[in-house]
C-alpha cells in the first residue's frame, strides 16, 4: 500500500488540481435514470463523478489510494457547497459491504478482483457505471496504461459483467475529457436470480 500510495500520491502533486474536469459524459447523459441513493466511487481521484452525483443528491463515498487527490475533493466539495466521505484505502483490499450501495462507479480503474466486490456490493436493481481504456489505446500514444493487464479486450466489460442487466455499452473510440480514446463504458443494474 505504501508504495502505490507515495507514487499515486506524487503523480497528483505533479501537477495542479484542475478545477474545471467535468464529471464524465455517459454520468451526465444517464444520470435521470440512475437509482437515488448512497453511491461508492472507486478509485475516485479528485473526485470530479463523486462530487457531481453528490451535488444531484446522491450521498457518496470516495476510495482512492492517494490522500493528495481525496483531500483536492474535498476541497473542492466543499467550494461547491457539497460534501462527500472520503476513504483512503488501497482497492486491493477494501471489503465492500455486501448489498450496500445504490450505485457503483469505476471510472478508469482496472482491477479484474474488484468485479465480485462490486456486484455483492450492489443492492437489488442497483447499478454500476463502468468505463476505461481498450488495448485499442495502447496503439494511440495518446495516455492511459502501457501493460496489457490494464486494458480491457474487446467486449470484456459486458463478459465481465454477465449475469446484469445491461443497459447501456458502447465500445471503440469516443472523446472523453477533451481527447479522443479507446474506450469501453457500460452501465448494468444487478438483478436477483430467478426474477428475470
Ligand atoms: C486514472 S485515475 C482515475 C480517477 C477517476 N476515477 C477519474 O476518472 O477521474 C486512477 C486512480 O486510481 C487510484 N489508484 C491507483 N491504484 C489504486 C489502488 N490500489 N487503490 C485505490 N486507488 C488506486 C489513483 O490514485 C488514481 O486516482
Do not use: W
Not at 497528483?12 to 453511491?39: C, H, M, N, V
Amino acid at each position: 500500500m505504501k508504495e502505490d500510495q507515495k507514487r499515486c500520491d506524487l503523480k497528483y502533486r505533479e501537477r495542479e488540481f484542475d478545477p474545471s474536469q467535468g464529471a464524465s459524459t455517459i454520468l451526465k447523459k444517464f444520470l435521470r435514470f440512475f437509482p437515488r441513493g448512497k453511491a461508492l466511487d472507486l478509485a475516485s481521484g479528485e473526485g470530479r463523478n463523486a462530487l457531481f452525483l453528490a451535488e444531484h443528491g446522491f450521498d457518496v463515498e470516495a476510495v482512492d489510494i492517494s490522500k493528495t487527490a481525496l483531500s483536492r475533493a474535498e476541497k473542492s466539495g466543499l467550494s461547491r457547497g457539497v460534501r462527500i466521505k472520503t476513504v483512503a484505502a488501497d482497492l486491493d483490499a477494501l471489503v465492500i459491504p455486501k448489498d450496500e450501495y445504490d450505485l457503483i462507479l469505476d471510472f478508469y480503474f482496472l482491477d479484474r478482483r474488484l468485479i465480485s466486490k462490486i456486484k455483492r456490493g450492489l443492492k437489488k436493481d442497483g447499478m454500476v457505471v463502468f468505463e476505461t481504456y481498450t488495448t485499442d489505446q495502447r496503439d494511440r500514444a495518446a495516455g492511459g496504461p502501457s501493460k496489457t493487464k490494464y486494458l480491457l479486450k474487446p467486449n470484456e466489460l459486458l463478459r465481465l459483467f454477465r449475469g446484469f442487466h445491461i443497459l447501456f455499452y458502447r465500445e471503440g473510440i469516443f472523446r472523453e475529457g477533451g481527447k479522443r480514446r479507446a474506450i469501453a463504458s457500460l452501465i448494468a443494474k444487478k438483478q436477483v436470480k430467478g426474477e428475470r
